[in-house]
């Protein structure tokens, strides 16, 4: 539907859903605006928001660059940006630096994002910028165990897309009628998603991760194959890639390049025994510990005898 308020003083056309409008409303609500920005569908949205209601001299993205930053994820979000048409400012983060963070028992995200916002803010304020948001929407809110919440909470960051009352499907939508080559992106979560609650995380262990990740879809390419999720887990002493459903079913049926990939994510995480299974959101390794109803399903190949077990948070 067409909507004749005008947000801001953007010179971008309004010509919006209910979805849509409600979401420049909430950006308009909240003043020019720093974006704490990752590359993806989220908060790719929640800067193309933030254009249309400010202009582009007016809205800044600003993304933590530290080891758990994928490389690939970095060129991605250097490309989404100018896309977009805004500054895209590169902070450099550190933060397996905090205890909690580096010793991952279980609330790590909330070390995480106290310590990405808090640099986000800092940066924000020192260019002018009195309001940071996130692309948190309505279904992270509903999550039952997200620590980074709380801290985005107790830092004062606003949330555009949770307070427009967007989930993840309205998110998609609204990034596929503006354009945004973002619309259709998997998600992908920081590399320390990848070690499994318990194991200390490392810049090194990261790095290893990283590579094992970089090699699975080199060697799969190769073949011809296409990959759609793809995760390698540092369990305590083993590793697990899980595969989208038709990578994992290709690979399942050619055990010598199974082999190979086995070998090469070996030999990057510098881990012996290791195991392929299916990809399933929201199942993440915990270093020990029996599997729960949400568990990853059991390898084929177990890496280390025991059962894949629940963990921290979609990954």
Same mark, same amino acid.
């Given at each position: ?7 801001g &003083?953007? *010179?971008?056309?309004i010509?919006?859903t +209910?979805?849509? $409008?409600?979401l ?10 720093a ?12 800067? #193309? ?8 001299? /007016? ?6 660059d ?8 970095l060129?991605? +979000?250097?490309?989404?940006? +100018?896309? %977009?048409?805004?500054e895209l400012l590169? =902070? @450099?983060t550190? *933060? ?8 991952n028992?279980?609330?790590?995200? $909330?070390?995480?994002?106290?310590t ?5 803010l *800092?940066?924000?304020?020192? /260019?002018?910028?009195?309001?940071v ?5 309505r279904?992270d ?12 909470a107790e830092?004062?960051?606003?949330e555009?897309?949770? #307070? ?5 499907a309205?998110?998609r939508?609204?990034a596929?009628?503006?354009g945004?080559? =973002? ?20 810049p +090194?262990?990261? !790095?290893r ?14 073949? !011809?194959?296409?990959?759609d ?10 590793f697990? %890639?899980?595969? !989208?459903?038709t990578?994992?079913?290709w690979l399942?049926?050619h055990p ?7 070998? @090469?994510v070996? #030999?990057? &995480? ?7 299974? @299916? $990809? /399933?959101?929201g199942a ?9 109803a949400d ?5 084929? /190949?177990?890496?280390d005898?025991?059962?894949? &077990?629940r963990?921290?948070r979609?990954?």
């Open positions: 539907m067409r909507q004749s308020t005008v947000f &003083t953007s *010179e971008q056309p010509d919006q +209910a979805e849509s $409008y409600a420049l409303a909430a950006v308009n609500e909240s003043g020019p605006l974006v704490a920005f990752s590359g993806g569908v989220d908060s790719a949205v929640v800067l #193309a928001a933030g254009v249309r209601v400010w202009g582009a001299a /007016r809205t800044l993205a600003v993304i933590a530290s080891p758990a930053l994928a490389r690939s994820e060129h991605g +979000a250097r490309r989404t940006a +100018a896309e %977009i048409g805004v590169e =902070v @450099a550190a *933060e397996w630096s905090v205890p909690g963070y580096r010793e028992a279980g609330n790590r995200c $909330y070390f995480c994002k106290h990405v916002l808090s640099r986000v *800092e940066v924000a304020t020192e /260019r002018g910028f009195g309001a948001a996130t692309g948190t929407h279904d809110r509903r999550a039952a165990h997200r620590p980074g919440l709380r801290a985005a830092l004062g960051v606003v555009p897309l949770a #307070a427009a009352g967007l989930g993840k309205e998110v939508g609204v596929v009628r503006w945004l080559s =973002v619309a259709d992106k998997p998600g992908s979560p920081c590399l320390s998603s990848r070690v499994a609650v318990g194991v200390p995380v490392t +090194a262990r990261l !790095g991760v990283e590579r094992a990740e970089e090699l699975v879809r080199a060697t799969l390419t190769a073949h !011809g194959v296409p990959v999720a793809l995760r390698v887990r540092v369990l305590a002493t083993a697990r %890639i899980e595969l !989208g459903p990578t994992h079913h399942d049926r010598r390049v199974q082999a190979e990939v086995l070998r @090469a070996a #030999a990057a &995480t510098r881990l012996r025994d290791g195991s392929v299974a @299916a $990809y /399933r959101a993440v390794a915990t270093a020990s510990g029996p599997g729960g568990a990853a399903p059991t390898p084929r /190949r177990p890496a005898g025991r059962p894949a &077990t963990g921290e979609p990954a």
